[in-house]
């Protein structure tokens, strides 16, 4: 017998690839329910259809309110993390690295420049396996338009995803390496796993001391932060390697609490980009 609860999980998947907030996420998601709950039930001929467009809808106009609010963030904003090895969102194993990547940070980065009605085109197109006419009937526009959007939103995607991205071996042997030198102070060693062009970005929302508060581009200048930083690390740290959005990424613990997350794309085995979650009110779920 279906219920609510049935697609619970189902639905927070989607609201979180299409918030990049698991704190909003759970909002719409109870917001749902709420909707859920005053609709007569024979009147529902798809359950998972008429939860699925209820919460999309209500993800598209969380965006619109997101983007006026991120405007006033300090510094650069990324997406809150969450644990993943627990996480089995299918029992396809092809399935399986298809959803993992969609919920890593740099992917839900990338779906931050797109407008909320590509967003939801492509995830529910590409990543959640609707068909036009449906998503059509979701977001209530034109077949084409929906066809449309999810063409830009794919080539966008393409365009500023690696072209070859690393084995899962190659990246946690380069996350370990990276913690190893930044923590020993290790200039070349450092030097030598960053691409010419890597990018660092650091979300700390202005409640962490020594965060930078704007994008750094550059092997040289990357590596002289990442090194000078180190005393505002906190005592007694530990650090600890686990999977985060379906990727290996390096948190940092004071007791049992997390004080950062950071994860890192590999192309051509080199770190090509850095990103560091450090504002506390994003760390609870890891």
């Known amino acids: 017998m279906e219920s609510f609860e049935t697609y619970r999980t189902y639905l927070f998947s989607i609201a979180y690839r299409m918030l990049g907030s698991a704190m909003d996420a759970e909002d719409m998601v109870q917001e749902t329910y709420l909707r859920y709950q005053s609709t007569p039930i024979e009147t529902i001929h798809s359950l998972k259809a008429y939860l699925t467009t209820i919460l999309t809808r209500l993800c598209m106009d969380q965006l619109q309110l997101a983007r006026r609010k991120r405007e006033l963030y300090v510094g650069p904003w990324l997406p809150e993390p969450i644990l993943t ?24 980065v990338l779906l931050e420049q797109l407008q909320p009605f590509e967003r939801a085109v492509f995830l529910l197109r590409e990543i959640f396996g609707y068909e036009f006419p449906e998503i059509s009937t979701m977001l209530d526009k034109s077949e084409a338009a929906c066809r449309r959007s999810f063409s830009r939103a794919r080539l966008h995607l393409r365009t500023h995803r690696p072209r070859f991205p690393a084995s899962p071996q190659l990246h946690r042997q380069l996350l370990n390496g990276f913690q190893q030198a ?58 600890e390697v686990e999977e985060v959005n379906g990727q290996v990424a390096l948190i940092v613990r004071v007791g049992e609490k997390a004080f950062s997350v950071m994860t890192i794309e590999v192309e051509q085995e080199r770190i090509r980009a850095i990103r560091i979650v450090a504002n506390p009110e994003k760390l609870a779920r890891v």
């Open 85 to 108: 090895t627990e996480m089995d969102e299918t029992d396809d194993p092809e399935k399986r690295v298809d959803m993992q990547e969609s919920i890593s940070l740099a992917f839900l």
């Open 182 to 239: 930044v923590s020993a102070g290790e200039m070349t060693p450092l030097m030598n796993m960053l691409a010419e062009d890597v990018t660092f970005w650091a979300d700390g929302g202005g409640k962490v001391k020594g965060a930078a508060t704007h994008e750094l581009v550059g092997r040289v200048p990357v590596a002289r932060f990442l090194l000078g930083t180190r005393r505002f690390w906190p005592e007694g740290y530990s650090p």
